[in-house]
């Protein structure tokens, strides 16, 4: 499977929101964006996004947040537990140091300055016309921490779970059962998902449908090289994040919420065996080193 010629990658199944000028209203708490069928509502106390709506809609229930996720590995051992606990945490123990917004053209935005426990940061909320959310977002890290992932979290609600995505594949054809495949379409808890609940157990359907609490294997593991990746509900209404296949998404099915990171960094992990060969793909921070990063978001539809 070969690309020849131009070859557009930012084409996607779906419409974007339609255009209309946005309109603000700020008070102490909160700061509400409208535009059409879109309405962005910010959370100033909380220094980040409370919901996001197309017409009925709930697109998004939270966003973002800083994840600095380490490596994590441990000695190979002949007896094996299958109760491994998740390595998925957001940074720790938010405070809000100030929000301010602006309004310039057809753009408002918000910058919001803050602390972790693992990192000060800036993030610069750009609302603009058509449902269009771009974060950049700057940190310094208050610690030293060897990274798996670097990026920002957002939450959906879980009947946004039908996932779809674009990547740029490390080859030129997979399987269409493969979970590193180009382009699919997946969701947490198919009819085909199964649980193994012991070592040593017989599979009982496709490797891609062993499933956890977080999703299938096909549902939750990282997409790598996106061009886009989106969350929708059973109407294709929902958000998407775009991109230039440098970036990774990864979802996963939190309570009642589906998370879903956009990692402006993102390695093969400390997998002991092939440790020696990631080793050139290690990012390291130092307390005081500096990361930056942007994501795109945009609200789409079917209609």
Same mark, same amino acid.
């Not at 310039?104 to 300055?113: C, G």
């Not at 382009?183 to 359907?205: I, M, Q, T």
């Given at each position: 499977?070969?690309?020849?010629?131009?070859?557009?990658?930012?084409?996607?199944?779906?419409?974007?929101?339609?255009?209309?000028?946005?309109?603000?209203?700020?008070?102490?708490?909160?700061?509400?964006?409208?535009?059409?069928?879109?309405?962005?509502?910010?959370?100033?106390?909380?220094?980040?996004?409370?919901?996001?709506?197309?017409?009925?809609?709930?697109?998004?229930?939270?966003?973002?947040?800083?994840?600095?996720?380490?490596?994590?590995?441990?000695?190979?051992?002949?007896?094996?537990?299958?109760?491994?606990?998740?390595?998925?945490?957001?940074?720790?123990?938010?405070?809000?140091?100030?929000?301010?917004?602006?309004?310039?053209?057809?753009?408002?935005?918000?910058?919001?300055?803050?602390?972790?426990?693992?990192?000060?940061?800036?993030?610069?909320?750009?609302?603009?016309?058509?449902?269009?959310?771009?974060?950049?977002?700057?940190?310094?890290?208050?610690?030293?921490?060897?990274?798996?992932?670097?990026?920002?979290?957002?939450?959906?609600?879980?009947?946004?779970?039908?996932?779809?995505?674009?990547?740029?594949?490390?080859?030129?054809?997979?399987?269409?059962?493969?979970?590193?495949?180009?382009?699919?379409?997946?969701?947490?808890?198919?009819?085909?998902?199964?649980?193994?609940?012991?070592?040593?157990?017989?599979?009982?359907?496709?490797?891609?449908?062993?499933?956890?609490?977080?999703?299938?294997?096909?549902?939750?593991?990282?997409?790598?090289?996106?061009?886009?990746?989106?969350?929708?509900?059973?109407?294709?209404?929902?958000?998407?994040?775009?991109?230039?296949?440098?970036?990774? =998404?990864?979802?996963?099915?939190?309570?009642?919420?589906?998370?879903? &990171?956009? !990692? *402006?960094?993102?390695?093969? %992990?400390?997998? /002991? =065996?092939?440790?020696?060969?990631?080793?050139?793909?290690?990012?390291? &921070?130092? !307390? *005081?080193?500096?990361?930056? %990063?942007?994501? /795109?978001?945009?609200?789409?539809?079917?209609?």
């Amino acid at each position: 499977s070969l690309e020849i010629g131009e070859v557009s990658h930012e084409i996607f199944p779906f419409k974007l929101a339609s255009a209309n000028e946005m309109i603000k209203y700020e008070d102490a708490s909160s700061i509400s964006i409208s535009g059409g069928d879109v309405n962005w509502i910010f959370d100033k106390i909380r220094g980040r996004i409370a919901s996001a709506t197309y017409k009925s809609d709930t697109i998004l229930s939270n966003g973002a947040e800083l994840m600095i996720l380490p490596l994590h590995s441990e000695e190979c051992k002949t007896e094996h537990s299958l109760n491994i606990p998740f390595l998925n945490n957001t940074c720790a123990d938010w405070r809000v140091g100030s929000v301010v917004s602006e309004e310039a053209a057809d753009t408002i935005k918000i910058r919001v300055k803050g602390t972790y426990k693992e990192a000060e940061i800036v993030l610069d909320y750009f609302f603009l016309n058509g449902g269009l959310l771009v974060i950049k977002y700057r940190f310094t890290a208050t610690a030293d921490v060897n990274p798996r992932q670097v990026g920002l979290v957002f939450s959906v609600p879980g009947s946004n779970r039908n996932m779809s995505w674009y990547r740029q594949g490390f080859w030129s054809s997979y399987p269409e059962w493969h979970i590193g495949r180009t382009s699919g379409k997946a969701v947490p808890f198919p009819p085909d998902a199964f649980y193994l609940n012991k070592p040593g157990a017989r599979p009982e359907g496709e490797w891609r449908f062993d499933a956890n609490s977080l999703g299938t294997n096909d549902f939750r593991s990282t997409k790598d090289n996106i061009y886009w990746a989106a969350l929708t509900n059973a109407n294709g209404t929902g958000i998407a994040a775009i991109s230039d296949g440098k970036q990774a =998404f990864r979802s996963y099915v939190n309570g009642n919420s589906v998370n879903f &990171l956009v !990692a *402006g960094y993102s390695n093969g %992990g400390a997998e /002991i =065996f092939f440790a020696s060969h990631l080793e050139s793909e290690r990012r390291p &921070l130092k !307390a *005081g080193d500096n990361f930056e %990063g942007e994501v /795109i978001l945009k609200v789409v539809c079917t209609e």
